[in-house]
């Protein structure tokens, strides 16, 4: 142990042979490809409509010849704009005045005769509101909206890739509205008598189990990736067993991995691994690793399941904290009670870890918290501090800028982005100083963050238990394939242990 830092990880980065490196990128394209793929899909939806709704030719049997939409707000949706409404003839070419706003994504048919479905980006707006009249909402559709929809949708998490979906019928008058946020998790607004009615959308998730296995024989992300699950799952194997094995140095071919699995599904479209029920890594290094999958707490009331991996005997396989509250390059300076101080020449105490990393990379809150501080502070520069349960606070110090939205008193969840890396305030260069207290006096949060998770409450174990003994089976009934491995096993350390949980 002497050869590591004290937080335990090692300092460098990781190595391509883990397959770790692509999974950032590969994730990113992967991404990219579903949404051009998404948009190019709604443009060719979005054509189709409109020719099949100005093809005919004949103008709306509108009262007095009224054109929908047209005079209703700038984004004038359909291309019906510079035609004359009784001209039944050419169709317009949408010539546009100068800086409109966004074009919209899509336009359809709603299946009412005359009924539109116009589905915008939210874009660069400014809030959920503006984004409603840049979509071509009326001032008083966008202020009935967002009251409708207040308590229902957090508009703080709004993104420029959400949708936002606007129904209206064949005079123009605004019947449905729709907010999406993702395939899973999608907003409505109805008209209920006089007034709207905000809520979300229930989308039906088919879950299927899956149970795979697989030899390592160049990477654990070749690996995984050979039994059909993609590169992506190996933050899954480092996240569970982080502390237990280092994936970067002590993966070795032919280790091998089982896993369990749900696959979410909507409409038969594969949508993403939901729970990892059970995972297995047979390190030849680490001898054997298990961890099993418990909800602690059932959804109720809006709030989701929670639930942790826990080892065979019910204790939780993390200590509840994340290790390191981002993706750094390499600790610059640990923590050191009794540092010399590099510029100033005298023994003073490094409270904390210097995690070097790049200027804006995002710095995740190291467990549930409630904010004590957030702003500048002398040589801190931009500080975050949490105040933890237990009698423990984090210090977050250097930041460039804050995660937007947040302030003193606001309570925020483990690994959710509270700011980005930076050099402000005594600073030499872009780097995180990590800082941890317990009951008021500083501690290295490379060993105090280390340690076991809790034991499962005994009220829980009876289930625990239970539910341990379906998923051993489970698991254990899962064949791991042979793989050829180039290299001879011989030519790689083997760990003196045995298995150590088997
Ligand atoms: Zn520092």
């Not at 229902?152 to 509205?177: N, T, W, Y």
């Not at 993390?318 to 509250?325: A, C, I, S, V």
């Not at 089976?473 to 290299?487: F, H, S």
Request: hydrophobic share 40%.
């Amino acid at each position: 142990m002497a050869d590591e830092t004290p937080s335990g990880i090692p300092t460098h980065r990781p190595l391509p042979s883990v397959g770790m490196p692509l999974l950032r990128d590969d994730v990113r394209s992967t991404r990219q490809k579903q949404l051009l793929v998404v948009v190019a899909l709604l443009a060719i939806a979005g054509i189709a409509a409109a020719v099949v709704a100005l093809v005919p030719g004949p103008p709306p049997e509108g009262e007095g010849g009224e054109v929908p939409a047209a005079a209703e707000g700038p984004a004038v949706p359909l291309a019906v704009g510079f035609s004359p409404p009784h001209d039944a003839g050419p169709l317009a070419i949408d010539a546009g005045p100068p800086a409109p706003p966004p074009e919209p994504l899509a336009i359809e048919s709603t299946g009412v005769p005359g009924g539109t479905r116009t589905t915008h980006a939210f874009g660069r707006a400014v809030g959920f509101r503006p984004a409603l009249t840049n979509a071509g909402l009326s001032g008083a559709d966008a202020d009935a909206l967002t009251t409708a929809l207040t308590g229902v949708m957090d508009f703080r998490r709004c993104r420029p890739e959400h949708q936002i979906v606007v129904e209206r019928d064949a005079d123009g008058s605004l019947v449905r509205f729709e907010y999406r946020a993702s395939i899973t998790q999608i907003y409505e607004a109805v008209r209920d008598g006089s007034r709207w009615l905000g809520r979300q959308v229930d989308v039906p998730v088919q879950r299927t189990r899956l149970a795979r296995g697989g030899t390592v024989a160049t990477s654990l992300g070749a690996a995984l990736d050979g039994a059909g699950l993609g590169r992506a799952m190996v933050g899954t194997f480092v996240e569970t067993f982080d502390g237990r094995i280092d994936f970067n140095t002590e993966t070795r071919a032919g280790d091998a991995f089982r896993i369990l699995l749900d696959e979410e599904r909507i409409d038969g479209q594969f949508l993403g691994y939901g729970t990892v029920w059970a995972i297995e890594y047979r390190s030849q290094r680490r001898g054997v690793l298990r961890a099993f999958w418990f909800e602690t707490r059932a959804a109720a009331g809006g709030r989701p399941a929670e639930g942790d991996f826990h080892d065979e005997t019910g204790r939780a396989v993390h200590g509840g904290w994340l290790r390191t509250p981002l993706r750094y390059d390499h600790i610059s300076s640990p923590f050191n009670p009794r540092r010399m101080h590099p510029v100033l020449r005298r023994v003073m105490p490094h409270n904390g870890i210097d995690y070097a990393a790049g200027t804006g990379t995002p710095v995740w809150a190291a467990a549930d918290g409630v904010i004590t501080f957030i702003g500048a502070r002398g040589a801190n520069g931009n500080l975050v501090a949490l105040r933890h349960e237990g009698g423990y606070e984090t210090f977050y110090a250097h930041l460039s800028r804050f995660a937007p939205g947040l302030s003193r008193g606001d309570t925020v969840t483990q690994r959710q982005v509270i700011g980005y890396v930076g050099s402000t305030g005594r600073s030499t260069g872009p780097h995180l100083h990590f800082g941890l207290k317990r009951h008021g006096g500083f501690v290295d949060p490379g060993r105090e963050l280390n340690g076991p998770g809790r034991m499962l409450p005994a009220a829980q174990m009876g289930r625990f238990r239970a539910q341990l003994a379906s998923l051993r089976r489970e698991l254990d009934a899962i064949e791991i394939p042979e793989v050829a491995v180039r290299e001879a096993p011989e030519a790689h350390p083997v760990a003196a242990t045995e298995d150590v949980m088997d």
